[in-house]
């Protein structure tokens, strides 16, 4: 019934276009969202993680493995971090920053972790869809990263949280470029912290 | 050379700049790399993934947590699979296909797996910086990512393996877009598949 | 202040005693713990897992590394299993069972996953300290291991949850060896099942 | 030859003993095993510990649950502690102590930690069935947990690994025991360092 051009190689004209226009869609829609990202907000986040001793981290799903990518990062760059839900960590306390990933907002245990986090006295950044989701409400600073033209085209090319995930992840690498001007780190440096055994 | 001026709220221009130059720089890099990937490898790879019954996952650090997020949209689109070294995996068997993320294609663990699933009959895909790595050597399909232009910018705005890593995530973005035409999956039953509890 | 015994290789006859009254303590306490678990629910609980299409297991910290392991046996044994929170996991539906390992029975996440896992219709099965926590309120069969005798000695010999995550863990062994038999494996047929890569 | 007979509740006699003579075996198995571990090595290895700055463990498996629940009690002593294998680790050092688990002590990954790790000069204290394995020969402490008269009734009531890794889970907690003293810990200092956030 569907039409496909055969190439080469058992190629059809159809799949292959398919996977690039769900990667420009992507991140074409990643860009938009970030441009968008408000500059005061993100100088926020910049100064709290500059100046924290100890940042912990948190998300489900997929958001939780964009947290931890990031944890990898703040660890090269020489801080203590804690990957909330892992076997080892520690007791958050005053002081610490608590970054939370959540595009829905609304995951129970993010919004637990948000409560407990805000009742001690940590400094609260959340990663979220807008400012009136229930992390947002919790948070000392909050980074909306709305999902922008939701439809079909963004159902086929982007499902679920995919654009929220993305666009989450590649901001944290402009945090991370940040950051490394910010505590002096060079790549080298952070080469040396790299797991010996992985 | 730069000049930082002073804005409400303690964010200084450069700051600003400097993260957004960060996220810029990876987004123009991405694409560069994404859009050199082989077509036709990107045909056999999707195509083997379309006829898998059951897919494992594997990579160690940050390509390890790209492998995962992509695992879990997998289990949307109702593959059985399995990310290696979880608790509960299962024995790779002929006809399974295994998927390795490493950009330098010769961390040790991936290495292993690769040859423990060549020596099973398992079809084994790869994405790495080029076809000679280690794991390149053992696979069935490679899906080479170069770096582009290493230099000290990429030093300072995409420190160790960003660039592999997030061209890797929206590569597997991509992925997804074309799996679910192939698999004849909508958002709605991917959806569903969500995990009631996480 | 103390007095001890140095011994050829520096050993200390204080310090061997302790490490042994520590094992001691807690073989004894466990034998004593396990002995008086209700043989009716031990019964119910080795029917639910016989019958059980898919097993779902969740605790929190060591608690969680002891259904874990258990979770392994399980694979090893045939089941479809699933631990909750790790990457890839499943939706809860009717029929299944969900085994859940809390000594206080108050630990937010699972007394959730017990609400979650009731309302869709599974079978709750609890290890917990009593009839009277959070968890075993929401639970269809409860299998209560209470502490014996707090007090000093098993403040010093067996902190905080020891006894309860020593007892669950012993437990399950006695489950996997039931179940062998129940199912009709063997250890050859496990050995088979036991992860390639790993 | 065994007769059930069949109780209220669908309860058999039979099912009820397996389930016990499988937790009675496992239990008198640990206690063989342990008793016959050498103490001057036990003296050793806690002598390290205790004068260790920072922890690393690993294990494959049920054997890296184990490494794990001895990890987060570690943390609750006050120790930094690592998990090889976790999302966050860091570079293992000279003189940091390398705890490893390995029934068969052939395990590729594991003999691959052991092996960096002695090159780094950090002391290896390994836990295994002999002095023989390959783990054993890398190792600074072999602590030896042969298993006990091995046959068909531990083919069916201790399959695998079970016998190696309970007598190990134990073996811990004695080990935690002694640490106390030696660190000056008390269970109300250590139930600070609980986690918050779990």
Redesign the interface.
């Known amino acids: 019934m569907e039409q496909a051009t055969v190439?080469?190689?058992?190629?059809?004209m159809k799949?292959?276009i398919?996977?690039?226009?769900?990667?420009d869609?992507?991140?074409g829609q990643?860009?938009d969202i970030?441009d968008d990202v408000d500059?005061?907000r993100?100088?926020?986040a910049?100064?709290a993680l500059e100046h924290a001793q100890r940042v912990?981290l948190?998300g489900?799903?997929?958001s939780g493995?964009?947290a931890?990518?990031f944890?990898?990062?703040l660890?090269?760059l020489g801080y203590q971090?804690?990957?909330?839900?892992?076997?080892?960590?520690?007791?958050?306390a005053k002081g610490d920053v608590v970054l939370l990933i959540s595009g829905s907002g609304e995951?129970?245990?993010v919004v637990?972790?948000a409560e407990?986090?805000k009742n001690?006295g940590a400094t609260v950044v959340s990663i979220t869809h807008n400012q009136k989701t229930g992390i947002a409400a919790l948070s000392d600073i909050v980074l909306a990263l709305p999902a922008k033209r939701p439809g079909p085209e963004q159902?086929?090319?982007?499902?679920?949280g995919?654009l929220f995930?993305?666009a989450t992840?590649?901001?944290l690498?402009?945090?991370?470029?940040?950051l490394?001007?910010?505590t002096g780190q060079?790549?080298v440096a952070?080469?040396?912290?790299?797991?010996?055994?992985?």
């Open positions: 190439r080469p190689g058992g190629m059809t799949g292959e398919r996977l690039r226009r769900g990667v869609h992507v991140l990643v860009k970030l500059d005061e993100l100088e926020e910049l100064s912990f948190y489900a799903g997929r493995l964009v931890r990518a944890a990898i990062r660890m090269h971090t804690f990957v909330i839900g892992e076997t080892i960590t520690a007791p958050v995951t129970y245990p637990m972790t407990i986090a001690i159902e086929q090319l982007a499902p679920l995919t995930e993305s992840w590649i901001l690498d402009g945090f991370v470029a940040d490394m001007v910010r060079t790549e952070m080469r040396k912290r790299h797991a010996t055994l992985e």
